[in-house]
């Protein structure tokens, strides 16, 4: 079981920068690839980032690639999303979520998942 807890959203203009951070329970969080996922309002969730278990491969959805970076600190059982560059279409909740398919775009590869945290990004 992995628990995840995400942290860091708020309110942003356009163009600034926020960084979300997701801590994880368990000991086995380093056995896990984790990406993070969005939804807006009436919309599908979807796929934003993600990183492979050693942090070594990381893979971006096209409207955030440039922008966005992901991150993770095994030791503090962490993953991060650095999002700079704030567009108002980057408003959504962001959830993160762990994997043990390796790095994947497809939520139902996801077996855990935290409960979002709110991005606004006002223009």
């Known amino acids: 079981q992995v628990q995840l807890v995400e942290s860091g959203g708020g309110l942003v203009q356009s163009g600034g920068s926020l960084r979300l951070s997701c801590a994880a329970s368990g000991r086995t969080f380093s056995s896990y690839a984790m990406g993070w996922f969005r939804q807006a309002p009436g919309k599908e969730r979807e796929f934003v980032a993600a990183?492979?278990?050693?942090?070594?491969?990381?893979y971006f959805a096209d409207s955030v690639k440039g922008r966005f970076t992901i991150s993770r600190d095994n030791a503090k059982n962490t993953v991060y999303l650095q999002m700079n560059s704030l567009k108002p279409e980057d408003t959504a909740v962001y959830y993160c979520?762990?994997?043990?398919?390796?790095?994947?775009?497809?939520?139902?590869?996801?077996?855990?998942w935290g409960q979002g945290t709110q991005v606004t990004v006002s223009s």
């Open positions: 990183i492979s278990w050693s942090g070594g491969k990381t």
């Open positions: 979520a762990a994997t043990t398919q390796g790095l994947s775009d497809y939520d139902y590869e996801y077996n855990y």
